[in-house]
């Protein structure tokens, strides 16, 4: 097999072995699409597995303290936790979207220009749409506008 085989070791996005391209290899050929395959479906599980620890948490720790204090505290908390949950969940459909784009063939390409991303912009980023060029004019227009 070509040095571009490797094997992954984790469970975040953030913690695998980077993919190391043969001389001359074809960009986003099976074995670099299994490798972000593997990556977003390990991200997707790890953010789900976060989903049901939080409710289980929330079942757990619930209670109806008498102190109003304790009870604002709780819901505080609560609160947090929902608006990171709701982050992750909005993060998990950008990885399903990600993985669909990679069963039609799209993914790693710039949706704007259709230049290649990048394997390295996509290890960091996986769930990117967009080559670095594009992305960094649409943040100075968004700058400009806002």
Known sequence: MSSAKKTETHVTPFSFTP?????????????QIEHFRRILQNWKAELMQEVDR????????????????????????FSLELRTRDRERK?????EEALENLE??????????????GLRRLEARPTATQCIDCK???EIREKQLG
Do not use: W
């Open 19 to 31: 993919y190391q391209p043969a001389e001359g290899e074809e960009y986003m050929n099976d074995p």
């Open 54 to 77: 939080t409710v289980h948490h929330m079942q757990d720790e619930a209670a109806n303290f008498p102190d109003p204090n304790d009870r604002a505290t709780q819901e505080s908390e």
């Open 91 to 95: 993060l998990i459909k950008k990885i």
């Open 104 to 117: 039609r063939g799209e993914y790693g390409y710039c949706e704007t220009c259709g230049v290649e991303i």
């Open 136 to 138: 960094t004019l649409d």
